[in-house]
């Protein structure tokens, strides 16, 4: 059974930093490719930012391009996306996903994890 447990949520000022971290568990012989999907309230979930198994891209959504910095370390089965001069647009919950199959940046996604609250207030 494969977890994925997301932390580093919370609130903060526009133009504050926060990390993410997503920890994954029960299937780590191999890494899988991994993303950070977002959904604020009243919208659908969208893609943020990806990187791949071997550490290929990594990709990020124009929209926080030069903002957020996805990366991972594969010895510690951990995704990261550093968040930078944060916005309030970013306030959403952000999950990150995990595959071990083939697909584009935006899914489809195998596993999920739970979700982290990130507000940016004004």
């Known amino acids: 059974q494969v977890h994925l447990v997301e932390s580093g949520g919370g609130l903060v000022q526009a133009g504050g930093s926060l990390r993410l971290s997503c920890t994954v568990s029960g299937r780590t012989l191999s890494s899988p490719d991994m993303g950070w999907f977002r959904q604020a309230p009243g919208k659908e979930r969208e893609f943020v930012a990806g990187?791949?198994?071997?550490?290929?891209?990594?990709y990020s959504t124009e929209s926080v391009k030069g903002r957020f910095t996805v990366s991972r370390d594969n010895a510690k089965n951990t995704l990261y996306l550093q968040m930078n001069n944060l916005k309030p647009e970013d306030t959403a919950v952000y999950y990150c996903a995990a595959r071990w199959s083939v697909g584009a940046w935006s899914g489809p996604y195998d596993y999920w994890g739970q979700g982290t609250q990130v507000t940016v207030s004004s």
């Open positions: 990187i791949m198994r071997n550490g290929g891209g990594p």
